[in-house]
């Protein structure tokens, strides 16, 4: 088993490249979520900076952005060069790799997978739908927050205070969180005790409950994942029923259903609160 400690996603965003965003947001889906889960075999990062502690931070934070949902595979932050044969495993990952390992990796025999340099903010190998993966609105809601938010950084980057400069930070994992919450923020309706007092969760009804064609074919294969899997096994087996973070924010999300007169992009960003309400004013 591998562990890896939490990350304060606050300390690396600040400088955390564009195209990482970019993964994140072609890479929600199936069993690994930012690997191409059901349809990608895995996800390398490699960096051609000599630091270690760049490309960790980086891979840490991919992780982190997955929250509520925990990555079920291979992960390994800085993979060394004589370990560089795992990208050839048929079964998912996220690794990532120095800039010396990269010519070992072009001799080998990588069926599905997409790999990022770092350090030129550019795909060495990527597959040809990412960008059809995930539902179209979601997927610009979600790009207009976060390219809102570089735009500032560049702009007022030597007057920011701490105040704003924690602001923008967060609103990258609140951005995230959103997207989570309007693809599976309605899942504890679904949760139900049988005869035995067992929590079931009702799958398909969960899915068919939805409105939007595109979240729907996005569960078809998302709900297919062991990291969904893996989220839902620990709210039917959960004794404690203490609300974290996310129980929360799906609580208040439930209570902006029947509110129906924003959608797609602009209920995204209204449901960012006050992260947004800071970016207008920015603006």
Known sequence: ???????????????????????????????????RPMSTAGCCLQSTTPFHGTLSSCIHAVVALLYPFSWQHTFIPVLPASMVDIVCCPTPFLVGLLSS????????????????????????????DEASLLPRKLQSALELALEQRNDIINQDSDSESDEESNSL???????FIRFFLETIGHYSLFLTQN??????????????????????????VFMESQMFAGFIQDRELRKCRAKGLFEQRADQYLEELPDTEQSG?????????????FLHKKN
């Open 1 to 35: 088993m591998l562990s890896f400690c939490s990350v304060d996603i606050s300390q690396i965003t600040r400088n955390f490249p564009q195209l990482l965003f970019s993964i994140l947001l072609r890479n929600i889906n199936a069993s690994v979520s930012v690997s």
């Open 101 to 128: 390992s990269l010519p070992k990796l072009k001799d080998l025999p990588v069926e599905e997978a997409l790999m990022v340099d770092l350090g030129t903010d550019r795909f060495i190998r990527q597959m040809d």
């Open 169 to 175: 930070n967060s609103l990258v994992s609140e951005a």
């Open 195 to 220: 005869e035995r007092g067992e929590r079931i969760f009702q799958r398909e009804a969960f899915r068919k409950s939805v409105a939007s064609k595109s979240i729907r074919r996005f569960l078809g």
């Open 265 to 277: 992009v602009n209920k995204f960003l209204k449901g960012l609160g006050s992260k947004m309400k």
